[in-house]
């Protein structure tokens, strides 16, 4: 029963330093998505990827690239982190014809 | 562009109590909307969606959620709350786009339960 993985749980960057946030979905779902979680913002999403292949930008793409290596795995890469980066941040997956999104328990980042 | 607001940021509700979350939303067409419920330290959870048809609908842990588009609200509501209800609720609206589905959040609400 694992749905959607990410690694890591937790993470602290010093500005300027680059990484890449993992996020896997077992389910066999098309579409994938990143969403950052900031206080009273609700969630946004950052980059999403419809099917394998593609990969479209979101609300906050800024600062931020992403990889569907294949249709299990979409990757979040960092490549300059900024103070304004320190959010959690989520994967999540779904049929787009379900409308049933599966979330990971996120990424908690922290850039100091 | 779609987009929800949810104007309530904090509710306390006393355990037993009813409790009601607002939540407006804008969007040009047929709304798709969801209500999710996020656990401290925890990913977000679905509690019910609209796509049609009957416009009071049921979802899980006893919630439910009414659409009324003239006043382009989906409320939620539960008649009894548990102190297990205590977390941040978001509710949201899903847009089909061109390059695939995805949804918007409000800002959510966090719910704190009094003994």
């Known amino acids: 029963n694992a749905g959607v993985t990410q690694t890591p749980k937790f993470q602290v960057l010093k500005t300027g330093q680059s990484m890449t946030l993992q996020c896997a979905q077992d389910?066999?779902?098309?579409?994938m998505y990143w969403y950052r979680q900031d206080p009273g913002m609700g969630l946004r999403l950052i980059y999403y990827?419809?099917?394998?292949?593609?990969?479209d930008k979101g609300e906050v793409p800024n600062g931020y690239n992403v990889s569907r290596l294949n249709k299990r795995e979409f990757s979040l890469r960092l490549e300059s982190a900024a103070p304004s980066q320190t959010s959690v941040y989520f994967c999540?997956?779904?049929?787009?014809?379900?409308?049933?999104?599966?979330f990971g328990s996120g990424t908690r980042l922290t850039v100091v | 562009a779609q987009s929800v607001t949810q104007p309530d940021i904090h509710i306390t509700v006393s355990e037993g109590a009813s409790l009601e979350l607002r939540c407006n939303y804008s969007?040009?067409?047929?709304?798709?909307l969801f209500w999710y419920v996020q656990s401290p330290g925890q990913g977000l959870q679905l509690l019910l969606k609209?796509?049609?048809?009957?416009?009071l609908v049921q979802g899980i842990k006893g919630f439910e959620a009414e659409f009324k588009r003239s006043q382009s609200s989906f409320n939620l509501r539960k008649p009894s709350v548990h102190w297990s209800d205590a977390a941040e609720y978001f509710c949201a609206v899903g847009a089909w786009e061109a390059a695939g589905n995805k949804l918007t959040f409000g800002g959510g609400t966090r719910v704190l339960v009094k003994p």
């Open positions: 969007y040009g067409a047929t709304p798709y």
């Open positions: 990827s419809a099917s394998e292949g593609t990969t």
């Open positions: 389910m066999n779902h098309n579409s």
């Open positions: 999540a997956s779904s049929e787009p014809s379900r409308w049933g999104y599966t």
């Open positions: 609209y796509f049609s048809g009957d416009t």
